[in-house]
T-cell receptor, first 117, second 111 residues
């Protein structure tokens, strides 16, 4: 299995709602990522988990709360979002860094397109 | 912090022609990766370059890593409509544990 599966594909939510995005991979990767992508822009790193522990938080507002329940699953909990948070949210996974051996090649999921009203 | 710039931002290519997109980093990189994102799709890994001066080919695509490991290029020959999409380079810093994406080159092919 060489896929990263994300659900839901589309999500519309109000500013007072609480929702979650889910991501699953079965490639044995021990690093998982959340990226945010606005139209015509590159992916922007939000969070990195390595061995189920949060290793990077790119100063993301607390209304985004990541969770990594196990090595295959990654969630992004959403609460009190703003309209400017509307974007494509991409999950990715990779092997854990092996120094200069060239790890961290990312396998992306298809993304969850979020609209905040 | 590390910055990765890509030029051009847009590339309109006649089908059958060649083109090159360039990627430049403000710092020396340990490796550089290239991804392609089709319209409405997600980034898909194409290639990784690690060694100074490395050149790799995938069919009509040729990837180069500069001698100083601060720049890279992607050259596509005989462009086809299937080449439409945005090509991103992503550099990993020498001491880094994360990738910095370039702004992407959006390729449009005229049949």
């Amino acid at each position: 299995d060489t896929e990263v599966t994300q659900t839901p594909k589309h999500l519309v939510m109000g500013m007072t709602n609480k929702k979650s995005l889910k991501c699953e991979q079965h490639m044995g990767h021990r690093a998982m990522y959340w990226y945010k992508q606005k139209a015509k822009k590159p992916p922007e790193l939000m969070f990195v988990y390595s061995y189920e522990k949060l290793s990077i938080n790119e100063s993301v507002p607390s209304r985004f709360s990541p969770e990594c329940p196990n090595s295959s699953l990654l969630n992004l909990h959403l609460h009190a979002l703003q309209p400017e948070d509307s974007a494509l949210y991409l999950c990715a996974s990779s092997q854990v860094d092996m120094g200069f051996a060239g790890a961290n090649v990312l396998t992306f999921g298809a993304g969850s397109r979020l609209t905040v009203l | 912090g590390q910055q990765v710039m890509q030029i051009p931002q847009y590339q309109h290519v006649q089908e059958g022609e060649d083109f090159t997109t360039y990627c430049n980093s403000s710092t020396t990189l340990s490796n550089i990766q290239w991804y392609k994102q089709r319209p409405g799709g997600h980034p898909v890994f194409l290639i990784q370059l690690v060694k100074s001066g490395e050149v790799k080919k995938q069919k009509r695509l040729t990837f180069q890593f500069g001698e100083a490991k601060k720049n890279s290029s992607l050259h596509i020959t005989a462009t086809q409509t299937t080449d439409v999409g945005t090509y991103f380079c992503a550099g990993r810093g020498a001491a880094g544990n994360k990738l910095t994406f370039g702004g992407g080159t959006r390729v449009l092919v005229k049949p």
